[in-house]
């Protein structure tokens, strides 16, 4: 699909493209390239425009305009539509105005030609629990600042769920304080790659020989920011170890990653130590014992389905079973603090079998069970393969309103939540956990509240001023050979972490 933005539409472009995918998601793929500007009508076509109507200056006055033309590929029907409204504004807010009336006709219109109603309305960014927190932190009430959100359009089931999560959040935001700083290490191997995944992994039958040079050059690179965080008077918040699938390490390659954060880094001041056992074909008491050993105190087993067809479907090597035994074995080896994913809207997935998985899930009693919806990249086999259009139409919707309830039925709470591109019904992905055992990490990574230093291949640290909203980004190499080919560069790199705080706190 070709979306067309001209006149003051250009203004907020991005904003208008990422709403019209939604609009039209059903019928097309979500990540498409989007052309702009294109003289020639495309076969099928959405023409934005925007236009200044007239101008009272003294008045502060001016009315806009947007016409929507939309070319219907099966028909060759032209739909025409406009709409225009009179706004009121100050000179020097007149870009923020102007990009808002222009995104709410533009919604307008699009509702009407679809019959299709966003439940986050104009809302675009990934982060919306933030802007609540935002509106909170500027003297906002909670009524107010609902109200911004149903100005946006946001449905009302939305907003109490971002209000929610963001209530929960406060007291773990409160304790982040100008020198906290949260440890991520990225360990990019899987067993195999799932149909849906677009992260930077790679299987381990393929990239076995790799696997020894990563741990031992990560290992280097964890000391080095242990170093750095010492000198600069940091303070470790919490570990998070990702990936990839951690446990695809042996336990003795585990074993030398956790003994060198256990000795560079004060762990007995962290709130939190989480490692990723995503996949129950990875795991084993060994490896087990060897993460509660080092003082890991968070884990999270992965199911993404309990249903064993669709678990075959998208190339997970295990049975639900499998989940269910790894949950018990962590449980006996000490683990009180499990969280579990899954995903809405696999393909093969009705609202039924969903449901089956979620209750089956409460009823074990993980700490924390993380609903995400559907999201396929480009890089994605699933999308490439083309299984992709079953995907688009399942019904995601009911699935993720119906683990809401349930969850909350169950004594969760949401604590975390986001949104990604390129998600089936523009839905998002909630953390939910029982009273008390938030996952701190996520909180603090998704409301980018503190910085991150991170480690390994494809991690990025974030650099986060704790004076203002700046955030400065060091990028480590997106793959592991890479990662161990330029290794020296990456070290070099680290040099931006002591730049950074030498300028925040004029040291």
Known sequence: ??????????????????????????????????????PEVPEEFLYANGELLERKAEENRYRLMVRLRILDRGSGELADSSAEREVSCPEETVQKTFEFHLGKMTYDLLGKATGIKPPWGILTGVRPVKLVQR???????????????????????????AMETARCQRPILERVTPRSYSLYISIPFCPSRCSYCSFVSHSIEKAAKLVEPYV??????????????????????????????????????????????????????????????GRPDTIDREKLEVMRAAGVNRISINPQTLNDQVLAAVGRRHSSQDVLDAIDMARQVGFDNINC???????????????????????????????????????????QEGDYLEAVHNPAAPMVEYAQKALGKGGYHPYYLYRQRDTLGNLENTGYCKPGREGYYNVYIMEEAQTILAAGAGATTKLKDPFSTYIERVFNYKYPYEYIERFADILDRKGQVRGFYERIFNT
């Open 135 to 161: 509106c909170l932190s500027q003297g906002m009430g909670e009524e107010e600042t609902a109200a911004y959100f149903r100005d946006r359009y946001v449905s009302q089931e939305k907003i109490a769920l």
């Open 341 to 383: 994913d899954l995903i809405a809207g696999l393909s093969g997935e009705t609202p039924e079998s969903f449901r089956d998985s979620l209750d089956r899930l409460i009823q074990d009693g993980p700490e924390n069970i993380t609903v995400h919806t559907l999201s396929v990249k480009r890089a994605a086999r699933l999308r």
């Open 1 to 38: 699909m070709r979306i067309l933005i001209e006149g003051l539409a250009q203004a907020c472009g991005y904003e208008l493209e990422c709403m019209a995918k939604l609009f039209f998601q059903a019928e097309r793929m979500p990540g498409e390239k989007v052309e702009g500007g294109c």
């Open 216 to 277: 031992e050059l990560l290992c280097r690179e964890l000391e080095v920011i242990a170093r750095l965080a010492e000198e600069l008077s940091l303070e470790l918040a919490s570990v998070y170890m990702g990936g990839g699938t951690p446990t695809t390490l042996s336990a003795r390659q585990m074993e030398r990653v956790t003994d060198t954060i256990s000795r560079c880094f004060p762990l007995d001041r962290a709130l939190e130590y989480t490692i990723e056992a």
